[in-house]
Nanobody, 121 residues
Framework: QVQLVESGGGLVQPGGSLRLSCAASGSIFSIPIMGWYRQAPGKQRELVAVTTSGGSTNYADSVKGRFTISRDNAKNTVYLQMNSLKPDDTAVYYC???????????????WGQGRQVTVSS
């Protein structure tokens, strides 16, 4: 069993910054992909950013140049640094990881519990 535990987020004024962290724990062999998704009220969950264990990254167009995803493979942790935040960034942010467990060769998808990010003056 694998758990993803998120931290960070909260309330910030427009133009401000926040950081999210997500640590994976459990019987982990490798985590090929880790990323962040978000879901605003009344909207579908959408990709924000993903990163591979090799360091490749991909971002939604709406956050390019403002958000930075990074990971510490030794700690099985992924981060999302969010700068120049806008009210449209308000959402619940979810960590996601494709995890190869010690007892398997097939990655399984796991989600964190979600962290609220509110951008408001």
């Amino acid at each position: 069993q694998v758990q993803l535990v998120e931290s960070g987020g909260g309330l910030v004024q427009p133009g401000g910054s926040l950081r999210l962290s997500c640590a994976a724990s459990g019987s982990i062999f490798s985590i090929p992909i880790m990323g962040w998704y978000r879901q605003a009220p009344g909207k579908q969950r959408e990709l924000v950013a993903v990163t591979t264990s090799g360091g490749s990254t991909n971002y939604a167009d709406s956050v390019k140049g403002r958000f930075t995803i990074s990971r510490d493979n030794a700690k099985n942790t992924v981060y999302l640094q969010m700068n120049s935040l806008k009210p449209d960034d308000t959402a619940v942010y979810y960590c996601n990881a494709a995890v190869v467990e010690a007892s398997s060769v097939i990655p399984h998808n796991y989600w964190g519990q979600g962290r609220q990010v509110t951008v408001s003056s």
